[in-house]
């Protein structure tokens, strides 16, 4: 399964869930088996995915929230422009990715290596990641950023793997060093490497060559190679479409070499993600670089959050949660929450939420970051008419705070009346037309604003009971 598929399925398994009318812990379990599915098709391991699944319902903790209450009632999925409504299917999507991110970092940074100070980079893989291809762009890409870079083929073993290196460097301007005739790579790394630290070169590439699990010749002459050029950095290189077998190999690397950090080729072509994260589970270290083609600037710095983003097709989730908060701080949220339980859907909660939708700028443009919500939440080329329909109502709503709250309360608790009872004429005609005179709109558009707050104050008012989680506890939501 390429990175798209995988993206889609499980933003097709966020959105299943979206759907559902109410999110108890078969929805949640289902949705999670999706994704689980997702994953191991695209060859994450099993053990990764399973924990993943764990930790994800240690999070979203259903059966605290269902606590004493009917699971079923837990929440109502609401098609409204409430924003606390997403809440739980946020906590699920955030949840997922940040299991993700943790899968991918390892905690500690890869090392660095310093201008003007020689350092060590030795290269290890499987024959055929493109090692000897990224060692010439790790060297390009130091070369560019002003670092004297130099390549030693220490790969003694495939036939033509030095003229492929030296044809590389030729081609980037970077010093190479390396021997037709020599059978030992040890000595080659050696002297290779010393040559370059007395020419002041400050980054020292080696590429060995590519071996297997099984074969423990070459993985103990891969050992002393370590063991005599001490490098600063291990860099195991993993062609991306190595599939299921990525954890078992990287993990051998790990064992013989000190391995720091990964990169994983081929990213262009129609790669698995899994392998990344495997690799990184396997070696506990970062990638720290992706391939994305042949060429020698196809090769670009690996970034977690915007890699998961990318994987997910959620576009930009950071700034989704960012703006969310920015919106409705994390700390008042719980307190909105407590108010609704309540039951009181007043009309000024429906004004302060309307503010918040239109603080958050264009709803469709932040919600489309969320898989699958756009559509849902705003119907694609109705987000202009949307928004204006929100400033109307809400101008609507100022012209009847002038009057003073008093107006407001007693409104609210005529419509509440009037959901109450079945008699749909409770509100005065009157009291409409001296609404729609005070703020110069015609009746039609006060009837609607009243419409829209009925709508809202029903479904909210099936959250009445609802146990809310403590401050700062929001993702157990
Ligand atoms: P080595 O045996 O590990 O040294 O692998 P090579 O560097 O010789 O690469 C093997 C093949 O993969 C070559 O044909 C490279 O051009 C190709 N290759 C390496 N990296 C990438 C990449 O990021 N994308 C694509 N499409 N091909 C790559």
Known sequence: MVLAQLGGSISRALQQMSNATII????????????????????????????????????????????????????????????????PIVGVCEAVFNELCTILDPGKPAF??????????????????????????YAYYHQKKGYKPALVCADTFRAGAFDQLKQNATKAKIPFYGSYTESDPVRIAVEGVERFKKENCDLIIVDTSGRHKQEAALFEEMRQVSEATKPDLVLFVMDSSIGQAAFDQAQAFKQSVP?????????????????????????????IFIGTGEHMDEFEI?????????????????????????VVPMDQQPELLQKLSEGN??????????????????????????????????????????????????????????????????????????????????????????????CGRPIMDVMDMLEEYKRLAKVWSKMKGLKIPKKGDMSAL
């Open 24 to 87: 108890d812990e078969k929805v949640l379990n289902d949705c999670l088996n999706e994704i689980t599915r997702a994953l191991l098709q695209s060859d994450v391991q099993f053990k990764l995915v399973r924990d993943m699944q764990t930790n994800i319902k240690k999070i979203v903790n259903l059966d605290d929230l269902a606590a004493g209450h009917n699971k079923r009632k837990i929440i109502q999925q609401v098609k409204a422009f409430s924003i606390p409504i997403y809440w």
């Open 112 to 137: 660095t290596p310093k201008k003007g100070k020689p350092s060590v980079v030795m290269f290890v893989g499987l024959q055929g990641s493109g090692k000897t291809t990224t060692c010439t762009k």
């Open 259 to 287: 391995v720091g950090a990964v990169i994983v080729t081929k990213m262009d072509g129609h790669a698995k993600g899994g392998g990344a994260l495997s690799a990184v589970a396997a070696t506990k270290s970062p990638v």
């Open 302 to 326: 690996f970034d977690v959050k915007p890699f998961v983003s990318r994987l997910l097709g959620m576009g930009d989730w950071s700034g989704f949660m960012d703006k969310i908060q920015e």
């Open 345 to 438: 859907f007043t009309l000024r909660i429906m004004y302060e939420q309307f503010q918040s939708i239109l603080k958050m700028g264009p709803i469709g443009q932040v919600f489309s970051m969320l898989p699958g919500f756009s559509q849902e939440l705003m119907p694609k080329g109705q987000e202009k008419e949307s928004q204006t329909k929100i400033k109307r109502y809400m101008t609507m709503m100022d012209s009847m705070t002038n009057e003073g709250k008093f107006i407001l309360h007693k409104l609210t608790q005529n419509l509440l009346t009037e959901l109450d009872s079945s008699n749909p004429k409770i509100m005065n005609e009157s009291r409409i037309i001296r609404i729609a005179r005070g």
